[in-house]
């Protein structure tokens, strides 16, 4: 069994040069990331790897990079207690107003 | 086997007027509640963006340019990549770093097939293709076809070397310094190494 | 826990097919290449994934492979290769040549 992300050797065609400025919740989640893994120690890099492989293949191929990450590492806080899938909803619907 | 829409990644980038994305929430969702909860705090998720935006592939390249001034300094580099770099005060964090080094016969060029992993202490945030299936994909097989994409036609003569970085370990490749080049400052010499270079689908031009 | 190889040596890479996070790419598993060097003892990726330790940590090593024989229709030149990151429990040695 071959894994969603484990493409290596794979035909994927043209490689696209463009690049794009990140954003500033773009930055963010990396921030955040870096911030849990590596001064907090409160998740590790391959618990939030394995997150983003087990997303759904389909989810996987229209997110960007940036909103993979960030699904990967709202499951982790969710499987670790850190946050709860309640207080994720409520916070999630009161952002919607916000910039 | 072309593999449809998944290859190509959609913009990173949001118009301001759009409304906010399910992961944009997410991110303030998250953000806040980590906050409220004081696992981290406003201050340092900015300063983590600050510092992530004051590094860039210039860092990198003043490395490579002591290296080659430096023979001592080049060996040390490519014995612990981490400690030379360390020893020029670069920040590297849990980095562990691996330096290859182009030669007279040998071109080595750097991916992550798995995911993305790069020397971001080294050479900043990665650039979009780099992230891309199609590359991470295809430089393990076809790296050649894959570096005349990127308009480097390397010697037959040369071997080449792909480093899939699957594990731990993070890898810059040190380039070999161009003929035309002698006594030019470190100043200068870092100037003609672009992140390209470090990447290993280019080679530093002498302008 | 001591390294089982050292650099030179001839190993190839289990053919199993595992669900889980697994840091051996699928494109090298029944290859065999040569090792390159020991990159030192990690945690076992495999376990953090899962939110454990991942102790004790593995020996993990950069393996060698020539393009040669890992793609049957490789068009480069002979010494041409891939140097991947694996680590040990994936690794058997290969002693015919």
Redesign the interface.
Known sequence: MRSY????????????????????????????M???W???G?LTLDEH?HA?ETLDADE????????RW??G??KV?LARG??TTD??GR??????D?? | ???G??????????DHDA????????????????IE?G??TAD??RR??EA??ARSPAIGARVVAHAWTDPAFKARLLANGTAACEELGVEM??T?L?VVENTADTHNMIVC????CYPRMLLG?P???Y????????A?????R?LK??GFNIPDN????????????RYMVLPARPAGTDGWSEERLAAIVTRDCMIGVAVPKVQ | MSARFKTGDRVFVRQAEPIGHV???Y?IRGKTGSIERL??E?PN?EELAFGRSGLPRLP?Y?VRFLQTE??PD????A?????????EHWLESARQG
């Open positions: 992300h484990d493409i290596g050797g794979m035909d994927l065609g043209p490689i696209e040069r463009s690049e794009h400025d990140y954003a500033l919740w773009e930055k963010r989640v990396d921030a955040m870096v911030l849990l590596q001064k907090k409160l790897r983003m996987y191929g229209k997110i960007t990079y940036y909103e960030m699904v590492i709202a806080l850190i946050i207080e994720l916070h999630m619907a009161a952002a919607g916000k910039r | 086997m072309h593999d829409h998944h290859d190509h990644e959609p913009a990173g980038k949001r409304p906010l994305t399910d992961y944009q929430r997410m991110e303030i969702a998250v953000r806040e509640l980590l909860k696992v981290v340092e998720i983590t963006v992530m935006d964090g849990p562990k691996v097939t798995l995911c993305s945030l650039p979009d293709w992230k891309g299936r199609a590359y991470r994909a295809r393990v097989r076809e790296p050649r894959v994409e990127f040369f071997n080449l070397r792909v480093h899939d970085s699957t594990a731990d370990m | 840091r051996t790419p494109y990159c030192g990690f990726p993990m950069r890992i793609w490789y068009r480069g030149r010494l041409d290769s891939v140097d991947v990151e694996i680590y």
